[in-house]
């Protein structure tokens, strides 16, 4: 990871202490952008979904091609929005793994407007074709479905940052394809100096965008995933970036590994957008 400081703009955004009390945006105005919450450990749907309801998120994610049906429900009767469900594809190994019940599931989640979140592991000659071809078979059935795929970058992964998911986007050739930009694992990765550039050629394809408070020289999940608006790193730089380079699709907070109670998290989380979105969309 670079040692230098990277800013994109001037927006700071400082949040001080953890604030339970209800949260009010102090601003008529706000980003157009949904926000939702995910990665919220033990819980089961229904609690995952009501939490990040009675907080006041868009909706949710959910991880893995399990418990479609009652999943579901739960983003239903929480009135809120399903809006991706985390796969993973293996190509390591001179061959392609794919996740057991990913058609099902894709077929279970017909006419939703969910984007299935496909994450690419495994390294060894030929991965990078291996990869293309499971990026475009995963779109063929989420087609069937009517649904798009964003290829999801992970930090260890064959695809680990945005610039890898778009170089297999584009090579794989399919409509229904996209990216996704993840701050964390972009900051583990070695954040790209070009990314406003990077930003700009994915925002044709980029589904989905995660955030969470960081800190520049963060080392590990617990210092690159904090609560937004903690850390040091200038994530209302990068918003700002995304949102005048024209991306008005959906914001996920990303809450991988959190140790503090979710409720805190969510609601410390909530304050800090509502502050930052109310900041930038008065821009």
Request: proline share 4%; charged share 20%; aromatic share 8%.
């Given at each position: 990871?670079?040692?230098?400081?990277?800013?994109?703009?001037?927006?700071?955004?400082?949040?001080g202490g953890l604030l339970l009390a209800e949260i009010?945006?102090?601003?008529?105005?706000?980003?157009?952008?949904?926000?939702?919450?995910?990665?919220?450990?033990?819980?089961?749907?229904?609690?995952?979904?009501?939490?990040?309801?009675?907080?006041?998120?868009?909706?949710?994610?959910?991880?893995?091609?399990?418990?479609?049906?009652?999943?579901?429900?739960?983003?239903?009767?929480?009135?809120?929005?399903?809006?991706?469900?985390?796969?993973?594809?293996?190509?390591?190994?001179?061959?392609?793994?794919?996740?057991?019940?990913?058609e099902q599931a894709i077929n279970e989640l017909k006419?939703?407007?969910?984007?299935?979140?496909?994450?690419?592991?495994?390294?060894?000659?030929?991965?990078?074709?291996?990869?293309?071809?499971?990026?475009?078979?995963?779109?063929?059935?989420?087609?069937?479905?009517?649904?798009?795929?964003?290829?999801?970058?992970?930090?260890?992964?064959?695809?680990?940052?945005?610039?890898?998911?778009?170089?297999?986007?584009?090579?794989?050739?399919?409509?229904?394809?996209?990216?996704?930009?993840?701050?964390?694992?972009?900051?583990?990765?070695?954040?790209?100096?070009?990314?406003?550039?990077?930003?700009?050629a994915a925002l044709p394809r980029l589904y989905g965008?995660?955030?969470?408070?960081?800190?520049?020289?963060?080392?590990?999940?617990?210092?690159?995933?904090?609560?937004?608006?903690?850390?040091?790193?200038?994530?209302?730089?990068?918003?700002?970036?995304?949102?005048?380079?024209?991306?008005?699709?959906?914001?996920?907070?990303?809450?991988?590994?959190?140790?503090?109670?979710?409720?805190?998290?969510?609601?410390?989380?909530?304050?800090?957008?509502?502050?930052?979105?109310?900041?930038?969309?008065?821009?």
């Amino acid at each position: 990871m670079a040692s230098t400081p990277y800013k994109i703009g001037s927006v700071f955004l400082v949040v001080g202490g953890l604030l339970l009390a209800e949260i009010e945006s102090s601003a008529d105005h706000e980003l157009s952008n949904p926000f939702f919450a995910y990665e919220l450990g033990d819980k089961t749907p229904g609690q995952q979904a009501k939490l990040v309801s009675d907080v006041g998120f868009a909706g949710t994610a959910f991880d893995g091609a399990v418990h479609i049906p009652e999943r579901l429900k739960a983003v239903d009767e929480a009135h809120i929005q399903l809006f991706f469900i985390w796969l993973t594809v293996d190509v390591g190994n001179a061959r392609i793994v794919y996740e057991s019940g990913m058609e099902q599931a894709i077929n279970e989640l017909k006419g939703r407007g969910t984007v299935v979140w496909l994450a690419v592991k495994g390294t060894g000659p030929g991965a990078e074709e291996r990869a293309v071809t499971a990026a475009a078979r995963v779109a063929d059935l989420a087609s069937t479905a009517n649904l798009r795929v964003a290829l999801y970058p992970h930090y260890g992964f064959y695809l680990a940052t945005l610039n890898d998911t778009l170089r297999i986007a584009q090579k794989a050739q399919r409509s229904n394809l996209g990216v996704t930009f993840n701050l964390c694992h972009e900051l583990r990765a070695g954040l790209d100096p070009n990314l406003p550039s990077v930003i700009k050629a994915a925002l044709p394809r980029l589904y989905g965008v995660t955030l969470n408070g960081a800190d520049h020289n963060g080392h590990d999940w617990n210092t690159l995933i904090q609560p937004l608006g903690l850390g040091d790193f200038d994530v209302a730089g990068v918003l700002r970036m995304l949102i005048q380079t024209g991306y008005r699709g959906p914001i996920g907070l990303q809450c991988y590994g959190i140790t503090e109670d979710p409720a805190i998290h969510l609601r410390q989380s909530m304050k800090a957008w509502r502050e930052m979105s109310s900041h930038i969309a008065e821009q």
